[in-house]
């Protein structure tokens, strides 16, 4: 079992920045993969970026050159650090994490930009 806690999200105006946060807990030692991805009423849940235990990193070509997604493996903790937001980018941001052959989620957290 593995347990992701997202924090970060917030109100932030156009072209601004925030960092999201997802800290791990449990089964540590399984997890291959991490990612975020975000969600709008009505619309598909989309990939964000992802990032394996080797360091690579993907992402969506509609976040390329804004967003860098890291990791601290002291803390268990990844991180999505956003800049030169968009209103476009408002949506619901989740963590989620591949470990053995399951897919675990956080609870999400909203990110909303606008004036």
């Known amino acids: 079992q593995v347990q992701l806690v997202e924090s970060g999200g917030g109100l932030v105006q156009p072209g601004g920045s925030l960092r999201l946060s997802c800290a791990a807990s449990g089964s540590i030692s399984s997890i291959y993969i991490m990612g975020w991805y975000r969600q709008v009423p009505g619309k598909q849940r989309e990939l964000v970026a992802t990032i394996r235990s080797s360091g690579s990193t993907h992402y969506a070509d509609s976040v390329k050159g804004r967003f860098t997604i890291s990791r601290d493996n002291a803390k268990n903790t990844v991180y999505l650090q956003m800049n030169s937001l968009k209103p476009k980018d408002t949506a619901v941001y989740y963590c989620?994490?591949?470990?053995?052959?399951?897919?675990?989620w956080g609870q999400g957290t909203q990110v909303t930009v606008s004036s």
């Open positions: 989620d994490a591949g470990a053995s052959e399951y897919i675990y």
